[in-house]
């Protein structure tokens, strides 16, 4: 049973950093893509980053692009995402979100991050970032 588990959210000031993980289970990186999403209140679920195994390409949305890292750690089976420079317009639920790999490009699991289609989600992390 593929299962994602988000850890590492909480309050932190304008300009601070965060670094969120992802535990996964039942799956392995080299058979899935990992995205991290976002949704704040009232606003549509945003691709942040994506990853995939198949050609070691990483994607950012435009507007965490310098901000944000994403990593993985294949022996804990885990993604983080490295988030600095935080800005009040970061406060969002944070998931990570897991897609079959099918295709050996990263930017088709790029279109996918940014259309939200990937297959199995985690049950989000709260960031909170205050001014």
């Known amino acids: 049973e593929v299962q994602l588990v988000e850890s590492g959210g909480g309050l932190v000031q304008a300009g601070g950093s965060l670094r969120l993980s992802c535990a996964a289970t039942g799956f392995s990186f080299d058979d899935y893509a990992i995205g991290w999403f976002r949704q704040a209140p009232g606003k549509e679920r945003e691709g942040v980053s994506c990853w995939t195994s198949s050609d070691g390409s990483t994607y950012y949305g435009d507007s965490v692009k310098g901000r944000f890292t994403m990593s993985s750690d294949n022996a804990k089976n885990t993604v983080y995402l490295q988030m600095n420079s935080l800005e009040p317009e970061d406060t969002a639920v944070y998931y990570c979100?897991?897609?079959?790999?099918?295709?050996?490009?990263?930017?088709?699991?790029?279109?996918?991050?940014?259309?939200?289609?990937?297959?199995?989600w985690g049950q989000g992390t709260q960031v909170t970032v205050s001014s």
């Open positions: 979100a897991a897609v079959r790999i099918t295709y050996w490009s990263g930017s088709y699991y790029y279109t996918k991050m940014l259309m939200g289609t990937f297959d199995y």
